[in-house]
C-alpha cells in the first residue's frame, strides 16, 4: 500500500521541525515518549498518527500543533531552502559533568523530579522541568549515582545539551 501524500508532507514537516529543533529522531522520541520506530514511520509518511501523538510531537517540538501542518520548506524534487538555524538547548551540569537531559525521567512515576532535597516538584514534560530549573538557581535535581540510586545534585554550570540527548 502506497502512503497517503498528505503523510509523506506531514512526515516531511516533522523531520523539517526536528532538525531545526537540533533533535535527533531518537532524542525527540525520548524526549515526546514516542517510539523512536513510530517516529521514523512518521516521517517517512508511512504512520497515521492519531490526535495524542499530534499533541506530544508539538510539545516536544516546541510549535503549535497547526505548525504541524504547515507546508515543509522542501519538498522532494524541489530546490534545497536554506537551513534554518540550530536552536540550542542549555541544560545545567552538575560538579559531575552530567546534566539535566530527557533521559532521567523517573521509570515508575514517569516524572522528571526538580528542586531542593524536601522541596521537590515532579513535571511529566521535559520542557516544563527545564523551564522551572531556570526559574529556580541554583537549579538541583534527581538523578541516579553510578550504584543506580538516585539523589539531588546541584548546578555548577549551564551549556549545551550534549549530542546524545537531542
Known sequence: MAAHPLSITFGLRVLELR??????????AL?????????????????????EVLEKLSTGLGVPVSALFEPP?????????????KV????????????????????RAG?????????????VNFDEALEFLRANR??????PNSSGDWGVVTEVRWGPLPEEFR
Open 19 to 28: 532538525k531545526a529543533a537540533g533533535f535527533s529522531q531518537e532524542g525527540l
Open 31 to 51: 524526549h515526546t515518549g514516542i517510539a523512536r520506530s513510530y517516529m521514523s514511520r512518521i516521517e517517512r509518511g508511512k504512520a497515521e498518527p492519531k490526535f
Open 73 to 85: 520548506a522542501t519538498l522532494p524534487n524541489s530546490p534545497k531552502q536554506a537551513k534554518p538555524p
Open 88 to 107: 540550542v538547548l542549555e541544560v545545567p551540569f552538575a560538579k559531575d559533568g552530567t546534566c539535566f537531559n530527557p533521559t532521567l525521567r523517573r521509570p
Open 111 to 123: 516524572t522528571f523530579t526538580v528542586g531542593p532535597k524536601n522541596a521537590e516538584k515532579r513535571f
Open 138 to 143: 541554583p537549579a538541583c535535581w534527581l538523578r
